[in-house]
Nanobody, 125 residues
Framework: QVQLVESGGGSVKAGDSLRLSCAASGRTFSEQLMGWFRQAPGKEREFVAAITWTGGIKDYADSVKGRFTISRDNAKNTVYLQMNSLKPEDTAVYYC??????????????????WGQGTQVTVSS
């Protein structure tokens, strides 16, 4: 059992920045994979970024590469998503996720067993 609590969402203007936080509690494993998905109205869930708990190896969707940075603080059991140069296309509900899965399958939403409640990010032009 892993519980994920997200924070940091909000409404900003294009070009602004936000940092999302996700605090994990409960049972965790060394092979744990954590990341972020997002879902815009009328669209399917979309992979954003992922990071391995051990080693900190990262993966990003092409749409956010160079603008977003995922990181983790193992001591605090917290994962972050620093979002810079935000665009209106980034508007979505962002979900923190946790999986007991290989890094190679990080982009597959079906691999994630635990999901946060979601936090709204709205970017206006």
């Amino acid at each position: 059992q892993v519980q994920l609590v997200e924070s940091g969402g909000g409404s900003v203007k294009a070009g602004d920045s936000l940092r999302l936080s996700c605090a994990a509690s409960g049972r965790t494993f060394s092979e744990q994979l954590m990341g972020w998905f997002r879902q815009a109205p009328g669209k399917e869930r979309e992979f954003v970024a992922a990071i391995t708990w051990t080693g900190g190896i990262k993966d990003y969707a092409d749409s956010v590469k160079g603008r977003f940075t995922i990181s983790r603080d193992n001591a605090k059991n917290t994962v972050y998503l620093q979002m810079n140069s935000l665009k209106p296309e980034d508007t979505a509900v962002y979900y923190c996720v946790c999986a007991l899965a290989p890094y190679s399958r990080a982009r597959d939403s079906r691999m994630y067993d635990y999901w946060g409640q979601g936090t709204q990010v709205t970017v206006s032009s």
